[in-house]
């Protein structure tokens, strides 16, 4: 019996800029989850959704971050355990967009470059900045010698 290879599929149906990766999706609300998760696979990019809850699992995604082309950050009730996901992501050189509920939410000095998307969410928008990251991120792994 032959084993299966687990990056078959990725490398077959994920654009080559995403090649071998997934996105890492962080939210507590099941809708909205879905449907951000409906958008990034529709670019062709594998999704690994996590509560916002399981800090402890998506920290131990994140510190494999070989396997991550872009995070999304649910900081619809920010905590410190929100910043220090989003500190750890920018450390291993992941790029985070950030999702929120609540509609008043500014991101601290610190964040507040990241892109920020309130419900209800422009996935037009959010299907563009995927664009541009898998783009950007074109040019950063061949700069790492990746």
Partial sequence: MTQANPYALNSMSAPSSFSMSCALVLEDDLMVAAGLCDVIESEGLPT????????MGAEALIRHGHLLAIAVVDVSQ?????YA???LLRGHGIPAVCVSTTPSIELPAPYA???????PFDMNSF??????MAAEGIHSTHERGI
Avoid: A, H
């Fill in 85 to 87: 996901l989003l500190d």
């Fill in 127 to 132: 299907r563009q900045v995927l664009r541009e």
């Fill in 78 to 82: 920010p905590r410190d355990m929100t």
């Fill in 113 to 119: 470059s990241l892109p920020l998307f309130i419900k």
């Fill in 48 to 55: 690994l959704l996590v509560s916002g809850n399981d800090s």
